[in-house]
C-alpha cells in the first residue's frame, strides 16, 4: 500500500513539475488564453492517473521520465540501464615525474601535472537558466575565482632554497617554472580599467590567499607593479578577451618573506584530480618536500579560446633538488647519529686507528629506491586520465633504472616507465659513477645582487652580471624596490674592466618612482652583454623613515626585498631570478611618541603656568617687597620669631644658672 | 574694584574657562564620532512586530452557473470571522472582489476563486494557476453553506501558509520548519557533486539531465531564488562512509556522525551566501557495498537529508569501472532532489509536497517577505544593543545612513503590503526584491568594519595620554585660585600686621625686663 501511495505521489510530483514547465514555456505565446485552468488540471490528473494505474500495475515503483512515456505508448520495458558502459572514460589530466642526478650526489625531481577544464562559452552568465558549469578534472575551487576576477591568465610561485646554477646549470623549464624566494604572482586580467583592474586583483589576491593557507592577501597597492616587458607571456596575440571594450593588464606582486610550508603542499594536493592518493602524486610528502635544498612550487592557468568556447588549461609543477646521502641517511635514522665505528670510510693512505680517521671522498657507487627517498611507493596509477602516469629518469649510461612491480624488476631504453593499474610501483636506481650526470645547460648570464653601504639612513646596491659565454646576451632586468628605499636613478654607475660605459650596455630604461605607501618603484633596464664580460651596476638610495605603526613586530630581522627577474632573450630564451636582499632600516623607540607628549604637554604647562601667575599675581617693586617681608608674617618671620624664642629662653636658663 | 578683587576675577575666569570651556572642548575632540541611532523606534519595531503591518490579498470570486449578487459580502464576512477567530502574529486579511468580466481575470497572477455547481461539495487548487475551485450542489445554497465553504477553503487551504505562519500564535512551529531550511536569500548556489570513493574513471549525463529537468524549475522559481549550478565529479571521497564498514553492524544512523562534508565544503568560492549541495556517493570498491542502505536493483541509492546543507544520495554498491551514470539514474535522483530543494528553500514543510506550486510560491513571498522584515529588524536592533553596550565603540555617519535607509525601506515594504488597491503577484515580487534589499541594507549597517576596529582604545587609555597636559593645568589653575581666594584684603592685612606688632613688642618688653633682672 506504501509503495502504490508512493508511486502515486511521484506521479503527482511529476505531473506538478511537468506541467509547471509546459505551463512556463508557454507563457510567451499564451496558445490557450480561453481555457481555463480548472480544465487543464482535469485533463493532466486524468493522464496522470492513467498512466499511473498502468504504472502501478506492473511493478508500483517510482517513475522515470523514460518509464511514462514507455508506459503511456502502452510498451512496458523491464531492462533499464542506470549505467551505461563506455569504452573507457578518459580526463584531460596527465602526470609525469623527472628524475634527473645533478652533480655531488644531487637529484632533481620534478612532479608535472597537466589539466584541462570543461568547455564554458564566453559571455554566458552564471544565472542564466540553462547556464551549467561542470567540473571533472580542473579544480572547482579555482574556476569560479578566476571568472568573477576575470582572469585570464594566472600564475603563482612557490620557492624555496638555492638553485646552484653553477654546478646544477640551467633552472628546469629555463627558469619560467621558479619564482624568487616566497611568493609571486601575476596574472592578466581583464577589465574597464586600470582601477577595476586593481580591484579585481585585490580580490584575486585575497581569494588565493585562503585557497593556498598563506599570506598573500599581504599584496596591496604597495607591492602590485604593472611590468611592461617583464616574462614575455607565451603568445600574446592568443588571450582573449571576452569583451571588446575591455583591455588586459598585467599584474604583479611578490612576498620574499613568505615562508613555504607543508600547508601550502596541501592545498596544492588538493587541487589534483588524484588527491595525492594515486599516481606520482602518491609519493609526495611534505616533510620530505620541505626538507630538500631547493622546492619549488608552481601553478599556471592559461585561458584558451576557440569560437566562443574556453577552456583552463592548468600546469602545476612540484620541483625539488635534495642530496641523495643525506635523505637516504635521515630516511635510516631519523635522529642524526655518529656512524659507527666499522661503518667509517677512511683514507688508508693516512694514519688512521680509533681516535682519528681523515675522510674519504663520497663513493660514486649509489643503490637506492626511490621509496626510500620519498618515504613512500608509488601507489597505482591514475587511472581517469587520457595517458597513464609516468615516470622518466634522465640519466647517462653509468646509471641503471628499473622499475619494481610486485617484486619484478624491469627496464626499457629510454628509462622512462608507465605506471599502469593499481599496483604499487617503486623504482630503483644505481650507478657505479654518481658524478656521470647529463650534463647540465649552460648558463647564459649569471646575475648576482647585493646591498652596499653602512649607516641607517642610505645604502647603495650592486648588481654584478657576467656573460660567460662567446655571444653577447640581450636581456631584460626588472626589478620592483619598495617605497622606503628611496633610490637616485642620477647615481647609476656601472663598473666594468673591460672599459664598457653605461650607454654600451643599457640600451633602455623603464622608471617609474614610487609613491609613498602607494607604489613601488618600478624598474627595467634592457641591456645587451658583451661576451666574457663581467660587468656591475650599481645606485644608491635613501632609507625612508616609516610611521611607527609601520613597523614589523620587534622579533623581526628585517625587510625582505624582492628578487629581481633578468630575462634573457638572445641567445636563448631563460629566466632567472637574483636571490634577496635583506634590508634593515632605522628602528625608533616606539616609547618616543608618549616623551613627544609628555615633553609638549610639560612645556604648555609651564608656558601656562607662567601666563597664570603674570595674571594672578601681584607685581611689587623690590622695596615694597623687602620692607613686606621685614614686617611680613611669612613662614620666616614666623620660622625666626620661634627660633628667637627658643634663643631667649635658653639664654634666661643660662642667667639662672649664673645666679645658682 | 580692589586689585585683589580683580586679581579674584581673572583667577575665577581661568578657572571657570578651563572647566565650562576647555575640558569640555577637550573632551568633545577626543571622544570618538557615534552617530545618534534611532535606537527607540528600532525597539518599538521590534517589540510590536509587524503592528503597523496589515497585508491584504485580494481574491476574486466568480461563479459559473448560478450569480450570486451578494456572494462576496457574504464570503468576506466569513473570511473576516474565520481570520479573527484565531489572533496571530500578524494582521492579514482577503479581500472578495468581485470581477469586472471574466476576461479580465488571469488565473496566473490573481488568485481566483470559482463557484462550481456539482453533485458534491469540495474543493480543488490548481497546480497550473492560483485559481480555486469550490464544488457545491444545490441542497448547500438552500441552506446557505457556500459562503462558508468559500471561505473555509481559501483561508485554510489556499491560503494555508498564511493561515500557518501568520495566524499561529507563537513562533515555535515557524522554528521546527526552518529547522532543515536554509535561512532565505535570493540567490541560492546548487552544487551537484558525483563522488566515487576512489580513483576510477566514471561519468555522467548530467547536463542534458538538468537542462531537461533542472531549467524549467530554475526558470519558474526566478521570481523568488535564482540559482546558480555547478556540477562536479569528485574522486577519492566517499565522504569517509569507509569508515562504517569497520563498525560492526552499521546503520543508517551511523551516518549523522560518520558523514565528513568538510572537503565538499570547503575550499569553495561561491558568491552566493546560500549554498545547496547534493552529493551522489558511491562507496568505493574497496570498502565494498553498503549493507544498510536500503535498495532496489532500480533504485539502488537511498536519500539523506542534511539539514541547510542539502541532500546525499548513497548508493549501495561501488560503481562498476568505466560506468556512465545515464538519464535514466539521474532523472529520479533529480526529482527526489528537487522534492527535497523546496523543504531547504522552506517552502514547504516535511509532509507537504508541492502539489499547488503557483499558490504555495505566491505565499512563499509573502512570508519571506515578512521573514525577511524579522530578520532586518532583529539585526537593526543587534546593532542598537552593541552600540549601546560599547560605549566606546565609534559608530560612523555610514552606519546611521544605512540604518536610516533600511528603515525608509522597511516603509516603503509596509506601504505596499498595506495598500489593498494593490496585490498583484508584480507587488509581491517588489515587495520581496525590496525586503531582500532592507536585509542586505541592515547587514551592510551592522558589519560596518570601521565600528569594531576601535574598540580596542578605552576611556584610561585617553586619560593616560592627556594627564601630562591635564595634571598641571588643573593644579596650576586650582592652586592659584584657591591662594588668591585665601589672600587678605591690604587694608585687613595691615589690620592683622599692627596686631601682630603689638604682640612683638609685648614679647621684647619681657625680654627687657629679664635682662633688668639680670
Not at chain 2, 340 to 366: H, N, W
Request: charged letters at 20%.
Amino acid at each position: 500500500m506504501r509503495s502504490l501511495a508512493g508511486a502515486f505521489f511521484w506521479i503527482v510530483l511529476f505531473c506538478a513539475v511537468i506541467t509547471a514547465t509546459t505551463s512556463i514555456d508557454e507563457d510567451l505565446n499564451i496558445p490557450n488564453e480561453a481555457e481555463t485552468a480548472g480544465n487543464a488540471y482535469q485533463t493532466c490528473s486524468a493522464e496522470c492517473l492513467s498512466s499511473a494505474s498502468e504504472e502501478i500495475s506492473t511493478d508500483g515503483l517510482e517513475l522515470t521520465d523514460e518509464e511514462i512515456k514507455v508506459a503511456s505508448m502502452g510498451n512496458t520495458s523491464d531492462s533499464l540501464s542506470l549505467y551505461e558502459s563506455s569504452e573507457s572514460i578518459k580526463y584531460p589530466f596527465h602526470e609525469q615525474l623527472t628524475l634527473r642526478p645533478l652533480p655531488r650526489s644531487f637529484m632533481f625531481a620534478s612532479f608535472e601535472f597537466l589539466m584541462r577544464s570543461n568547455n564554458f562559452t564566453v559571455g554566458e552568465k552564471e544565472s542564466d537558466f540553462n547556464a551549467y558549469r561542470h567540473y571533472t578534472v580542473f579544480p572547482k575551487s579555482l574556476s569560479p575565482l578566476l571568472e568573477y576576477t576575470q582572469t585570464r591568465q594566472l600564475h603563482l610561485r612557490f620557492t624555496h632554497g638555492r638553485w646552484d646554477s653553477e654546478s646544477w646549470g640551467q633552472l628546469p623549464h629555463e627558469g619560467r617554472k621558479s619564482g624568487g624566494t616566497g611568493v609571486e604572482l601575476w596574472a592578466v586580467i581583464e577589465a574597464g580599467s586600470k582601477d577595476d583592474a586593481f580591484h579585481n586583483w585585490i580580490s584575486l589576491a585575497n581569494s588565493l590567499s585562503g585557497l593556498f593557507c598563506s599570506s598573500i592577501n599581504f599584496i596591496t597597492a604597495e607591492k602590485t607593479t604593472y611590468p611592461t616587458s617583464y616574462s614575455p607571456l607565451s603568445d600574446e596575440s592568443s588571450l582573449p578577451i571576452f569583451n571588446t571594450s575591455n583591455s588586459l593588464f598585467l599584474i604583479r606582486a611578490a612576498l620574499a618573506n613568505e615562508p613555504i610550508c607543508t600547508e601550502n603542499l596541501t592545498p596544492f594536493l588538493k587541487l589534483l584530480p588524484t588527491r595525492g592518493r594515486t599516481g606520482i602524486s602518491s609519493l609526495l610528502d611534505g616533510h620530505k618536500l620541505f626538507d630538500s635544498n631547493w622546492q619549488s612550487l608552481s601553478l599556471d592557468v592559461e585561458t584558451h579560446c576557440n569560437a566562443g568556447k574556453c577552456q583552463y588549461h592548468m600546469e602545476q609543477f612540484i620541483e625539488m633538488v635534495f642530496n641523495v646521502p643525506n635523505s637516504l641517511a635521515r630516511a635510516d635514522t631519523p635522529i642524526p647519529k655518529p656512524v659507527q665505528e666499522s661503518e667509517l670510510r677512511c683514507d688508508p693512505t693516512k694514519p688512521h686507528d680509533a681516535w682519528q680517521c681523515f675522510p674519504l671522498p663520497q663513493s660514486r657507487d649509489t643503490k637506492f629506491r626511490l621509496s626510500k627517498l620519498f618515504g613512500r611507493k608509488i601507489i597505482g596509477s591514475s587511472l581517469i586520465s587520457e595517458y597513464p602516469s609516468k615516470v622518466c629518469a634522465n640519466v647517462t649510461d653509468s646509471w641503471k633504472v628499473f622499475i619494481d612491480v610486485n617484486d619484478a624488476l624491469f627496464s626499457t631504453e629510454d628509462n622512462c616507465f608507465t605506471i599502469k593499474y593499481d599496483n604499487e610501483h617503486d623504482l630503483h636506481i644505481e650507478s657505479t659513477d654518481t658524478s656521470n650526470v647529463v650534463e647540465p645547460e649552460p648558463i647564459p648570464l649569471f646575475v648576482s645582487r647585493s646591498l652596499t653601504g653602512y649607516g641607517q639612513d642610505s645604502g647603495g646596491l650592486r648588481t654584478v652580471f657576467r656573460n660567460p659565454s662567446n655571444e653577447t646576451v640581450e636581456a631584460s632586468y626588472f626589478e620592483t624596490l619598495p617605497w622606503y628605499m628611496r633610490i637616485y636613478l642620477s647615481s647609476l654607475t656601472m663598473e666594468s674592466v673591460d672599459g664598457l660605459e653605461i650607454e654600451d650596455v643599457i640600451q633602455n630604461t623603464y622608471y617609474l618612482p614610487a609613491v609613498d605607501r602607494q607604489r613601488p618603484t618600478h624598474l627595467n633596464f634592457k641591456l645587451l652583454i658583451p661576451p666574457n664580460t663581467s660587468l656591475a651596476l650599481s645606485y644608491q638610495f635613501d632609507k625612508a623613515l616609516l610611521k611607527y605603526a609601520e613597523y614589523p613586530p620587534d622579533a623581526n630581522h628585517g625587510f625582505e626585498i624582492e628578487s629581481a627577474v633578468v630575462t634573457v632573450t638572445r641567445p636563448i630564451s631563460y629566466e632567472l631570478r637574483t636571490s634577496t636582499l635583506l634590508l634593515s632600516l632605522s628602528t625608533p623607540d616606539f616609547s618616543m611618541p608618549y616623551n613627544v607628549i609628555i615633553l609638549t604637554s610639560t612645556v604648555m604647562g609651564l608656558a601656562f603656568g607662567t601666563l597664570f601667575n603674570l595674571m594672578v599675581k601681584k607685581l611689587i617693586t623690590v622695596e615694597e617687597a623687602d620692607s613686606r617681608s621685614s614686617s611680613s608674617t611669612s613662614l620666616k618671620a614666623k620660622l625666626a620669631g620661634i627660633l628667637g624664642k627658643i634663643m631667649r629662653t635658653s639664654r634666661k636658663v643660662d642667667v639662672e644658672k649664673k645666679h645658682q | 574694584m580692589t586689585l585683589l578683587n580683580l586679581r579674584r576675577a581673572v583667577a575665577l575666569w581661568f578657572a571657570a574657562l578651563f572647566t565650562l570651556v576647555g575640558i569640555p572642548i577637550w573632551y568633545k575632540l577626543t571622544t570618538i564620532y557615534r552617530a545618534p541611532l534611532p535606537s527607540t523606534y528600532i525597539g518599538s519595531i521590534q517589540e510590536n512586530m509587524h503592528s503597523d503591518i496589515h497585508v491584504v490579498v485580494p481574491v476574486y470570486v466568480r461563479s459559473d452557473t448560478y450569480k450570486f449578487p451578494d456572494v462576496h459580502d457574504a464570503i468576506q464576512a466569513e473570511v473576516n470571522a474565520l481570520i479573527e477567530a484565531r489572533a496571530g502574529r500578524l494582521n492579514w486579511s482577503l479581500q472578495v472582489l468581485q470581477p469586472e468580466s471574466h476576461e479580465d481575470l488571469n488565473p496566473e497572477t490573481d488568485h481566483v476563486l470559482t463557484l462550481v455547481l456539482d453533485d458534491f461539495t469540495g474543493y480543488s487548487i490548481a497546480y497550473d494557476s492560483k485559481e480555486t475551485a469550490v464544488f457545491f450542489d444545490n441542497e448547500a445554497v438552500v441552506s446557505n453553506d457556500v459562503p462558508f465553504f468559500a471561505a473555509q477553503t481559501l483561508v485554510e487551504h489556499t491560503f494555508a501558509t498564511e493561515w500557518e505562519h501568520f495566524s499561529h500564535p507563537s513562533r515555535e512551529r515557524d522554528d521546527a520548519t526552518t529547522e532543515m531550511a536554509i535561512s532565505y536569500s535570493p540567490e541560492v548556489h546548487l552544487s551537484i557533486s558525483l563522488l566515487t570513493g576512489d580513483g576510477r574513471p566514471v561519468a555522467w549525463d548530467i547536463d542534458s539531465t538538468l537542462e531537461q529537468y533542472f531549467t524549467p524549475l530554475r526558470r519558474f522559481l526566478a521570481p523568488i531564488v535564482n540559482f546558480t549550478v555547478d556540477t562536479s565529479i569528485v574522486q577519492f571521497n566517499d565522504l569517509n562512509l569507509g569508515a562504517l564498514q569497520q563498525a560492526h553492524n552499521p546503520s543508517w544512523l551511523d551516518l549523522a556522525h560518520t558523514v565528513d562534508l568538510s572537503d565538499l565544503s570547503s575550499m569553495n568560492h561561491y558568491r552566493e551566501k546560500a549554498v545547496l549541495n547534493l552529493a551522489v556517493v558511491f562507496p568505493s570498491a574497496a570498502s565494498g557495498s553498503l549493507a544498510f542502505i536500503n535498495a532496489t536493483s532500480e533504485k539502488p541509492w537511498q536519500s539523506f537529508m542534511v539539514p541547510q546543507w542539502g541532500a546525499l544520495v548513497i548508493n549501495k554498491d561501488p560503481l562498476p569501472d568505466n560506468s556512465r551514470l545515464t538519464q535514466n539514474y539521474l532523472a529520479p535522483v533529480m526529482y527526489n532532489f528537487v522534492r527535497e530543494m523546496f523543504q531547504f528553500l522552506g517552502l514547504s514543510s516535511k509532509s507537504a509536497d508541492l502539489s499547488t506550486p503557483y499558490t504555495t510560491i505566491d505565499s512563499f513571498k509573502r512570508v519571506a517577505t515578512l521573514k525577511n522584515l524579522e530578520k532586518g529588524a532583529h539585526t537593526l536592533l543587534s546593532l542598537t544593543k552593541l552600540a549601546d553596550q560599547f560605549p566606546q565603540m565609534s559608530v560612523p555617519r555610514q552606519v546611521l545612513d544605512n540604518v536610516e535607509r533600511a528603515l525608509n525601506l522597511r516603509l516603503q515594504i509596509v506601504e505596499l503590503l498595506n495598500d489593498p488597491s494593490q496585490g498583484s503577484e508584480s507587488t509581491w515580487n517588489t515587495a520581496l526584491r525590496l525586503s531582500n534589499n532592507f536585509v542586505q541594507v541592515c547587514e551592510k549597517a551592522f558589519f560596518d568594519k570601521a565600528m569594531v576596529q576601535q574598540n580596542f582604545f578605552p576611556q584610561e587609555h585617553k586619560i593616560a595620554v592627556y594627564l601630562p597636559l591635564l595634571g598641571p593645568l588643573t593644579v596650576i589653575t586650582f592652586t592659584g585660585l584657591i591662594k588668591v581666594l585665601r589672600e587678605k584684603d591690604e587694608s585687613e592685612a595691615k589690620r592683622d600686621e599692627t596686631q601682630k606688632e603689638s604682640e612683638a613688642e609685648g614679647d621684647n618688653n619681657d625680654e627687657k625686663q629679664i635682662l633688668a633682672e639680670d
